[in-house]
């Protein structure tokens, strides 16, 4: 990894947040890794999350890949911040089949206040995995306000 | 409105899709509106739809504009066809807060197989509406395969 | 309109920083009208401007939106501030053809740091307009350092 | 590369398109590599193609990454097919700052008429490199109609 983060806590602040985003519990994802600049996001197909054909709806998929960017962003940022994200495009790649998916986010680039990051889906299925999604998105800092989810 | 539907039964086909879409269930969303070019669903907010400081979920909104979109550009289609979104960008422009929640989609420029859509979400609070996420999304269809999910 | 500029002078600020922009005037753009959150550019079809068919280059189409979008959202931000765009999608709605081309940014969401616009080109040919470009932009402001361009 | 080219003469048909592009031209941008997959499209730092700081101009950089991205896409399309934009995003990374800039067009997923490439900018400088767009793209495939510029 080619980012350090400046408050060592930040895989536990990043794990607190997670917990906190009720909508990741509704979709059965799991935090699965944490680093500097990464985070990764495991759920398993379920028939709750299908669209009309039986395969993982497109914003299934989005919703996990943006918690994925916004935590691989938080990592990088203060101990005291919050972190929002302002937006975000995906090109959905293929049908999201298979028995589970892992939305994995990567820092592009960092900023003080905004930092750009890869977000993408894989799904896995009898040992191969597909990209399913690939996407970017803006994600912004909040400074000195850990409570608040003001935008900027 | 200035589109007209090919398929007298456009309705009807959106429904029978809609119901389909398991993941509008678990999001507890309501088909409110169809007509050609325009498709509203609608939503409460609820606690298993939040992210870390107790709003809507970007993801969650985002899913469900992704359905009003791809819906409003399904109306447009011919009767033996699927749709597909294969690509979309939102800004979250306000954080999701309030009681109640529609997405809109509206056909911007339809075409024989690429459909674009604005597709929006409002928040409703007090009588008082915001609109919170503002994207644009484009829509495949594929003709004279209803059943199927394949990617042009 | 239903913005209001903070600095009185924003027009004059606009225009000012739109003569520096080498590229608008490469491209033979023109300023045509500034307003709080609002801004138009008109440019000319020209044989320089134009991709393999012989249409307008997306990328002259999104260029000029670009600009335009960016002025918008710079209308509304402080005297000593400087305006940048840190990112924009666009959808190509129809071939650029036409004898002129009338590009609009128009404010969607103002805020103390980004600002979120809608873009869009459209093309006159014989007192018709279509629009062929639709797309939204966020825009970083920079307050306090007119003179830098460095990116937050 | 993982992909194959089904037309042996894919490099002399995008470099027979390129030169078409007039706004290429106009941008001094030159056709530096063709690949199953790939386009590089490399250009100069010119006064010509800056914005009000002296950097260069975000849709300059756009309208390079868009040719570099659909040329990528289409060497992997049929002979007798053209090929068109259909979106673009982008986001601003870094200022455009530097001597020389590359544009590269990488397919992500190729399809039978829609495929996804990934587009970047690199600014070259001193022998260091920074990357300053980064974007994703959607393309599509014309058919049997090599000289129509028809939208799908």
């Known amino acids: 990894m080619p980012f350090e983060a400046q408050d060592p806590a930040f895989a536990e602040r990043v794990r607190a947040s997670f917990v906190r ?18 985070c990764e996001i495991e759920f398993d197909a379920r028939e709750e999350l299908t669209q009309q054909h039986g395969y993982l709806h497109a914003g299934a998929a989005a919703s996990v890949a943006d918690s994925a960017g916004g935590y691989a962003a938080y990592t990088l940022m203060p101990a005291d911040s919050s972190v929002l994200s302002i937006e ?11 028995r589970r998916f892992l939305a994995r986010g990567t820092v592009v ?9 890869e977000i993408e889906v894989e799904s ?9 999604l690939f996407g970017l998105q803006s994600v912004f800092c909040l400074p000195g306000s850990p409570g608040s989810a003001e935008r900027g």
């Open 124 to 132: 896995e299925e009898g040992g191969h995995r597909t990209r399913c």
């Open 88 to 98: 975000f495009k995906v090109n959905l790649l293929a049908p999201g089949r298979g």
């Open 109 to 117: 680039r960092p900023g003080r206040r905004v930092t750009v990051c």
């Open 21 to 38: 985003q009720r909508f990741m519990a509704t979709l059965g994802a799991r935090l699965v890794r944490v680093e500097p600049g990464l």
